[in-house]
């Protein structure tokens, strides 16, 4: 998913009131080396990452939310210092692509473990959308966008740190339903 789309989706949470850390590499050699011996993102460390999905209350009673809770999900991880209060800074990437083909939430609770991939060591978020009416394949948008009724998370809600070599389970939870267009 490109930052365009996250952006979108990120500019909810104003009002959430995110403080996000700024890292502390000073470009040396030596703030590397300490980098890489504590795992942080950008180190060339990976682990292993197994994604399940949930929506928040807010979301399943919202009247914003006018489609089943079905449908793909797209998204990314970041860096946790590569994301500000609207969402992912100006000229940054995203560290992996995140998308499902299907994400079914009608009967509620916790999915099971539907998106698994390497992801660099560090503290990372994952930002992104659930398409409940499958609006980005129908309109063919390339990065795909959130649209009114669909459900984001706020962008300091899933965060987490992967361990080089270990494989985390996280769940990853959509607690807002668009309503910015």
């Known amino acids: 998913m490109g930052g365009g789309g996250l952006l979108r989706a990120a500019a909810l949470v104003l009002a959430a009131g995110l403080s996000v850390g700024c890292g502390d590499d000073d470009g040396s050699a030596a703030g590397d080396a300490a980098d890489a011996a504590s795992g942080d993102a950008g180190s060339g460390q990976t682990g292993r990452l197994e994604l399940r999905f949930q929506v928040g209350g807010a979301v399943a009673s919202s009247r914003n939310l006018v489609?089943?809770?079905?449908?793909?999900?797209?998204?990314?991880?970041?860096?946790?210092e590569d994301v500000a209060l609207t969402g992912p800074k100006e000229g940054t990437s995203?560290?992996?692509?995140?998308?499902?083909e299907r994400l079914d939430l009608t009967a509620g609770g916790v999915s099971e473990v539907l998106w698994t991939g390497d992801v660099p060591a560090g503290p990372v978020v994952f930002l992104g959308y659930f398409d409940v009416d499958d609006s980005a394949?129908?309109?063919g948008e390339d990065p795909p966008n959130?649209?009114?009724?669909?459900?984001?998370?706020?962008?300091?809600?899933?965060?987490?740190?992967?361990e080089a070599g270990v494989t985390t389970q996280y769940t990853a939870t959509f607690e807002l339903v668009y309503a910015f267009d």
């Not at 995203?94 to 499902?100: H, T």
């Open 67 to 80: 489609d089943p809770l079905i449908g793909p999900v797209y998204g990314a991880m970041y860096r946790q």
């Open 146 to 162: 959130p649209e009114n009724g669909d459900p984001v998370p706020l962008a300091d809600s899933n965060q987490l740190t992967i």
């Open 94 to 100: 995203s560290l992996v692509g995140v998308d499902v």
């Open 137 to 139: 394949a129908r309109l």
